[in-house]
Structures are given as C-alpha cells and as structure tokens.
C-alpha cells in the first residue's frame, strides 16, 4: 500500500495573515502569523458549531463572552488548545511574532459567523485589561 502524505515544513506555514492549511471533510485548518502586536477590532462568533485555536508560537489572549459588551480576557499558552464554543463572541489578540493554527467547520461563513465592530473606547478598555493580565 502506498501512502501519499501532503508534506508542508513548519517554517512554511509561518506568514502573515490567515493561511488555509487543509481541508478534510466537514472539517479545516488554517495558521495566521501575526507580524505586528494585534488590537482588537472586531468580534465574531460562530452559530453552528465550535471553533479551536492553538497557539503554536508566541502570546497571546482570547478575548470570549456570550456578549460583545461583557468579554473575559484569557491569556493563551503556547502549545495549549482553545476550544470557542457555538454561539460564543470571540477575538484572539497575539503578539507580534505569534501563530496560531484554526481549526473550524468547512461551513463556517459570513451567513452563520456574525461579525460586529469594538467601538474604540472598548478596544482602549480590552487593551487595558489585557496589559494588567500579562
């Protein structure tokens, strides 16, 4: 029997910007290198089904609520997984140099995936709450 991996070295993956990796099934991978420290600009959540983040280098926080207006900071380690659950606002801020990899639902789209803008005296807010906890 043979075997035909797709085969992608690990400094390939890294980049700026989202990247998608793999597709199998319902289900797919992306990576985001982030070259310059993150604001938090804008949440989403997804209506359908969970989303996980593993950060693979750097720092970082998810920024989760069930509201857009009442959100938790929590600090992310790398090599550790983060599990979004369906319906729940979210935004990851990660340092610069940082990667993650996204794991998400092949169905996952603007339709299902709302998106709202931070108004700026939120971002200025999460921006301290995130400095106080790192």
């Not at 070259?35 to 959540?45: D, G, I, M, S, T």
Request: proline letters at 5%; aromatic letters at 8%.
């Amino acid at each position: 029997m043979e075997f035909n991996f797709e085969k992608m070295p690990a400094t390939a993956v890294y980049q700026n910007g989202f990247q998608k990796l793999h597709s199998f099934g319902e289900w797919r991978i992306m990576t985001s290198g982030i070259a310059e420290q993150e604001r938090p600009r804008v949440l989403q959540k997804h209506e359908c089904t969970d989303e996980v983040f593993v950060l693979v280098r750097g720092n970082g926080f998810m920024l989760l609520g069930e509201a857009p207006d009442q959100l938790q900071a929590c600090p992310m380690k790398e090599g550790y997984s983060y599990v979004v659950p369906r319906g729940m606002w979210h935004a990851h801020v990660l340092e610069a140099g940082s990667q993650i990899l996204i794991v998400e639902n092949d169905r996952t789209n603007p339709e299902n995936s709302p998106i709202v803008d931070m108004a700026d005296e939120q971002v200025d807010m999460y921006e301290q709450l995130i400095g106080g906890n790192a």
